[in-house]
Nanobody, 122 residues
Framework: QVQLVESGGGSVQAGGSLRLSCAAS????????MGWFRQAPGKEREGVAA???????SYADSVKGRFTISKDNGKNTLYLQMNSLKPEDTAVYYC????????????????WGQGTQVTVSS
């Protein structure tokens, strides 16, 4: 059974940092594109970042230069380092997996987790 479990969310002041983790199990993790998308109250889902099986990365313009996506294939774990957080980054962050990064960046991956809340106060 495929399972993605996010952790690391929380509350932080603007300018602060958080690191999200996503533990993956039940499938060949290394062959998928992995990534993060988010959804704020009253807003549509938004792709945040993705990392392909070859290590290439993609970022939404809104997070470029502030967020870094990485993965540890040995641990089947995906990370999102978030620095210089802004109140507009407040959302539920979901880990997703799909054979194609395009679907992860469209926030419509084949598989996703239960999400973790990130709240940034001004």
């Amino acid at each position: 059974q495929v399972q993605l479990v996010e952790s690391g969310g929380g509350s932080v002041q603007a300018g602060g940092s958080l690191r999200l983790s996503c533990a993956a199990s039940g499938y060949t993790y290394s062959s998928y594109c992995m990534g993060w998308f988010r959804q704020a109250p009253g807003k549509e889902r938004e792709g945040v970042a993705a990392i392909d099986s070859d290590g290439s990365t993609s970022y939404a313009d809104s997070v470029k230069g502030r967020f870094t996506i990485s993965k540890d294939n040995g641990k089947n774990t995906l990370y999102l380092q978030m620095n210089s957080l802004k109140p507009e980054d407040t959302a539920v962050y979901y880990c997703g997996a799909d054979p194609l990064c395009a679907w992860v960046m469209r926030a419509l991956p084949e598989k996703w987790g239960q999400g973790t809340q990130v709240t940034v106060s001004s």
